[in-house]
């Protein structure tokens, strides 16, 4: 084990200066060395006759030179060397530049195999500076004959210094790595040894060898991801002592004081959450819902019962408008019988901000909602025993451990309108249980949803003032410019202007985007809420959570640059009240794949088949930005090309739960140990 350890600087063939360029690339020991896995492959294996060959292919051929090196003159001073090479298909010439020793030691009848790209020359076929082996001197070390890693790597550094330090290391460390995984797992599930499995990754002598090598690495990764996520899960609720929050008194008469019935949906879900609050371990739950499937209420009744048992509550949003939307609710709904409720964002006076703060302290203020501004430092709770995050997707698990630190194991309800396939979830929110909140209150009409092209985008326009000569208002979103807030918020200020000279030069419009002041963005939010403002002309800081039933038209420009579950979220803004709603995507893409997108938009209203497509089209990684998770990097996995290895590795953690409930794992130490090692200082948050 010791040697995996071992400092990269001690390692032959690394001075200083390589040294700084490893630790560019993350590798500090040996270890990091053999962990650092090829990002490609050069299948140098298949080799063509000449016959075969067109210019740009890069290929390996057999061949045996036939003529006498010749040395042409060249103008530019170069020295050039040709060879004429032929096999039994036809000729090629074979051209080194500036490599003047070459004519000592490529000799006429060689017999060579050569690797290069292939061009069309003066005199025909040709290669130029090929990589070559004399097939007389041929030992079974052959690099040209065989697959060769590509790796990720820094200026400086190049492939075959990498090369050659792998096969190094991979040298003194045969044998010395420990396969942390037991006979029993292994065999099950069809896996190589880890020793196999690291040198093939680098050096595979076949395809085939490769899979198998890979399939096991990708295996590790995945299993030791979700084992650590689970057993964070176990260890939250065997080891920690939440408030058990069990007096329910008002609890139902305030349910029925509601102004609409809850749905059998909301009441399974909010049913799990009454039992958790009631355990004296900590609830760490995830309640998934599609967008406007009422997940706000059901966050709601669980704040007011943390206050009926004398507890503080907080909800925290990803944006400053949705924080003010959530408060604005939960006073209207919870000041009336009692309930103490504070805002706490970033843009607030230092004054009020101060006082809020020790209200806070004191335990005068019973439920705070806020955006990021809640975990800072200097916010502290008297009693806090519920912390709720809505739209999760955004908060990664470190910011939720930090909130969670606030109050004395409180209990975490985490709400998103991502939903996503349950062999992801349990991945990507693995330290969590889950909800599903899958119906949406009734009487919701479905939202037409209809493509337009930019030269179509008139009709849009007339159709919305067919709905706002109704009294209904408008969203118009913006295009998307991920580079720059300032550049989007720019745009959409010409986007306004021209609306309100033109089309809708009835009516108010009004502007929203990022680089408004808080206070700002409050006044239009509210003006549009009260309709004193009829098209609301935003950015995407509309995209979560905002909510006016009166809006029934989503007009989104340059649709195409936006993902489908983007597309989603900003649709679920209308098609919040009694009326028929409508989504319009204006697009001026003509390609297959974003027609097909706007296809999948106008024939289904299912956030399920809608997030599944998009990761389909932009992979996990992406999708969720699994760093913001707090999950570590994933080296080799990838969760959804290989989602089947995925499923199988849930399956085996299936089978180890059984054999082992509280997942201790002491009957496979070198797993355990593994896990810790991997995994404590993300577990220790
Ligand atoms: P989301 O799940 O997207 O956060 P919200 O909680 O904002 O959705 O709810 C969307 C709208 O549906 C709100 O106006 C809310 O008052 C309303 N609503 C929630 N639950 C019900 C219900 N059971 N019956 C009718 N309307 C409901
Ligand atoms: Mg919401």
């Given at each position: 084990?010791?040697?995996?350890?071992?400092?990269?600087?001690?390692?032959?063939?690394?001075?200083?200066?390589?040294?700084?360029?490893?630790?560019?690339?993350?590798?500090?020991?040996?270890?990091?060395?053999?962990?650092?896995?090829?990002?490609?492959?050069?299948?140098?294996?298949?080799?063509?006759?000449?016959?075969?060959?067109?210019?740009?292919?890069?290929?390996?051929?057999?061949?045996?030179?036939?003529?006498?090196?010749?040395?042409?003159?060249?103008?530019?001073?170069?020295?050039?060397?040709?060879?004429?090479?032929?096999?039994?298909?036809?000729?090629?010439?074979?051209?080194?530049?500036?490599?003047?020793?070459?004519?000592?030691?490529?000799?006429?009848?060689?017999?060579?195999?050569?690797?290069?790209?292939?061009?069309?020359?003066?005199?025909?076929?040709?290669?130029?500076?090929?990589?070559?082996?004399?097939?007389?001197?041929?030992?079974?070390?052959?690099?040209?004959?065989?697959?060769?890693?590509?790796?990720?790597?820094?200026?400086?550094?190049?492939?075959?210094?990498?090369?050659?330090?792998?096969?190094?290391?991979?040298?003194?460390?045969?044998?010395?790595?420990?396969?942390?995984?037991?006979?029993?797992?292994?065999?099950?599930?069809?896996?190589?040894?880890?020793?196999?499995?690291?040198?093939?990754?680098?050096?595979?002598?076949?395809?085939?060898?490769?899979?198998?090598?890979?399939?096991?690495?990708?295996?590790?990764?995945?299993?030791?991801?979700?084992?650590?996520?689970?057993?964070?899960?176990?260890?939250?609720?065997?080891?920690?002592?939440?408030?058990?929050?069990?007096?329910?008194?008002?609890?139902?008469?305030?349910i029925?004081?509601l102004p609409f019935?809850l749905t059998?949906?909301q009441?399974?879900?909010l049913?799990?959450?009454?039992?958790?609050?009631?355990?004296?371990?900590?609830?760490?739950?995830?309640?998934?819902?599609?967008?406007?499937?009422g997940k706000t209420i059901v966050a709601i009744i669980a704040?007011?019962?943390?206050?009926?048992?004398?507890?503080?509550?907080?909800?925290?949003?990803?944006?400053?408008?949705?924080?003010?939307?959530?408060?604005?609710a939960i006073?209207?709904l919870?000041?009336?019988?009692?309930?103490?409720?504070?805002?706490?964002?970033?843009?607030?006076?230092?004054?009020?901000?101060?006082?809020?703060?020790?209200?806070?302290?004191?335990?005068?203020?019973?439920?705070?909602?806020?955006?990021?501004?809640?975990?800072?430092?200097?916010?502290?709770?008297?009693?806090?025993?519920?912390?709720?995050?809505?739209?999760?997707?955004?908060?990664?698990?470190?910011?939720?451990?930090?909130?969670?630190?606030?109050?004395?194991?409180?209990?975490?309800?985490?709400?998103?309108?991502?939903?996503?396939?349950?062999?992801?979830?349990?991945?990507?929110?693995?330290?969590?249980?889950?909800?599903?909140?899958?119906?949406?209150p009734?009487?919701?009409?479905?939202?037409?949803?209809?493509?337009?092209?930019?030269?179509?985008?008139?009709?849009?326009?007339?159709?919305?003032?067919?709905?706002?000569?109704?009294?209904?208002?408008?969203?118009?979103?913006?295009?998307?410019?991920?580079?720059?807030?300032?550049?989007?918020?720019?745009?959409?200020?010409?986007?306004?202007?021209?609306?309100?000279?033109?089309?809708?030069?009835?009516?108010?419009?009004?502007?929203?985007?990022?680089?408004?002041?808080?206070?700002?963005?409050?006044?239009?939010?509210?003006?549009?809420?009260?309709?004193?403002?009829?098209?609301?002309?935003?950015?995407?800081?509309?995209?979560?959570?905002?909510?006016?039933?009166?809006?029934?038209?989503?007009?989104?420009?340059?649709?195409?640059?936006?993902?489908?579950?983007?597309?989603?979220?900003?649709?679920?803004?209308?098609?919040?009240?009694?009326?028929?709603?409508?989504?319009?995507?204006?697009?001026?893409?003509?390609?297959?794949?974003?027609?097909?997108?706007?296809?999948?938009?106008?024939?289904?209203?299912?956030?399920?088949?809608?997030?599944?497509?998009?990761?389909?089209?932009?992979?996990?990684?992406?999708?969720?930005?699994?760093?913001?998770?707090?999950?570590?990097?994933?080296?080799?996995?990838?969760?959804?090309?290989?989602?089947?290895?995925?499923?199988?590795?849930?399956?085996?953690?299936?089978?180890?739960?059984?054999?082992?409930?509280?997942?201790?794992?002491?009957?496979?130490?070198?797993?355990?140990?593994?896990?810790?090692?991997?995994?404590?200082?993300?577990?220790?948050?």
């Open positions: 084990m010791e040697i995996l350890k071992k400092d990269i600087q001690y390692i032959k063939g690394v001075g200083p200066k390589r040294l700084s360029l490893l630790k560019k690339l993350k590798i500090y020991n040996v270890e990091d060395m053999i962990y650092h896995f090829p990002r490609d492959y050069d299948d140098r294996s298949i080799s063509k006759k000449i016959i075969e060959l067109k210019p740009g292919d890069k290929t390996t051929i057999y061949v045996v030179i036939t003529g006498k090196c010749q040395t042409p003159f060249s103008r530019k001073g170069l020295n050039i060397n040709k060879y004429l090479a032929k096999d039994d298909t036809g000729f090629i010439t074979i051209t080194f530049f500036n490599q003047p020793y070459i004519k000592n030691i490529l000799k006429l009848n060689d017999e060579l195999m050569i690797n290069g790209k292939v061009k069309m020359g003066l005199q025909g076929l040709e290669i130029i500076n090929p990589i070559y082996e004399i097939l007389k001197e041929k030992d079974c070390s052959s690099s040209l004959n065989s697959i060769v890693p590509i790796y990720p790597s820094t200026e400086g550094i190049n492939q075959s210094y990498l090369i050659g330090i792998k096969k190094n290391v991979l040298s003194m460390t045969q044998n010395a790595t420990l396969d942390y995984l037991p006979e029993s797992i292994l065999e099950k599930n069809k896996l190589c040894s880890l020793d196999f499995a690291l040198k093939n990754i680098h050096f595979p002598s076949t395809v085939k060898e490769l899979k198998i090598a890979k399939y096991r690495l990708v295996f590790d990764e995945l299993l030791l991801l979700q084992l650590a996520l689970i057993r964070i899960k176990k260890r939250v609720i065997n080891e920690k002592k939440s408030p058990s929050l069990n007096i329910n008194e008002g609890l139902s008469s305030f029925n004081s019935e059998k949906a009441k399974i879900v049913k799990e959450i009454m039992e958790d609050l009631e355990e004296g371990t900590p609830m760490n739950r995830l309640v998934q819902g599609d967008v406007g499937s704040l007011y019962k943390a206050f009926i048992n004398g507890f503080q509550g907080a909800l925290m949003a990803p944006t400053e408008i949705l924080a003010e939307q959530h408060y604005v006073r209207q919870l000041e009336p019988i009692g309930v103490r409720v504070g805002l706490l964002i970033g843009s607030i006076k230092k004054s009020n901000k101060q006082q809020l703060l020790q209200e806070i302290k004191v335990g005068k203020i019973d439920i705070v909602v806020g955006t990021h501004a809640l975990i800072q430092e200097t916010v502290c709770f008297r009693q806090l025993a519920l912390v709720i995050t809505d739209e999760q997707h955004r908060f990664g698990v470190r910011q939720r451990a930090i909130l969670a630190d606030k109050g004395d194991n409180p209990h975490i309800l985490v709400m998103t309108a991502t939903p996503i396939p349950r062999t992801l979830a349990l991945i990507l929110y693995g330290d969590l249980d889950i909800s599903i909140i899958d119906e949406l009734p009487g919701r009409k479905k939202i037409k949803t209809y493509g337009l092209t930019t030269e179509e985008k008139e009709r849009a326009y007339h159709f919305a003032k067919k709905e706002l000569s109704l009294g209904r208002q408008v969203y118009v979103v913006c295009p998307l410019v991920e580079e720059s807030e300032a550049i989007e918020a720019k745009a959409a200020t010409e986007i306004k202007e021209e609306l309100a000279a033109t089309y809708f030069c009835e009516y108010k419009v009004g502007l929203l985007h990022g680089k408004m002041s808080a206070k700002e963005k409050e006044t239009v939010m509210k003006q549009f809420l009260s309709n004193e403002i009829n098209i609301l002309v935003s950015t995407t800081v509309i995209e979560v959570g905002v909510n006016v039933p009166n809006a029934t038209i989503m007009i989104i420009e340059n649709a195409e640059r936006f993902g489908l579950a983007q597309l989603h979220q900003l649709r679920g803004r209308v098609g919040r009240g009694r009326f028929q709603s409508y989504c319009i995507l204006i697009h001026n893409n003509k390609s297959k794949i974003a027609k097909e997108r706007i296809k999948i938009m106008e024939e289904t209203n299912d956030g399920f088949i809608i997030s599944e497509k998009d990761l389909e089209v932009r992979g996990p990684g992406e999708f969720f930005g699994i760093r913001q998770h707090g999950l570590p990097d994933l080296k080799i996995a990838n969760l959804f090309k290989h989602m089947k290895v995925l499923k199988r590795v849930q399956k085996q953690v299936e089978e180890l739960l059984d054999e082992d409930p509280a997942l201790c794992l002491e009957q496979y130490p070198a797993l355990k140990g593994k896990l810790d090692e991997k995994f404590n200082s993300f577990e220790g948050t």
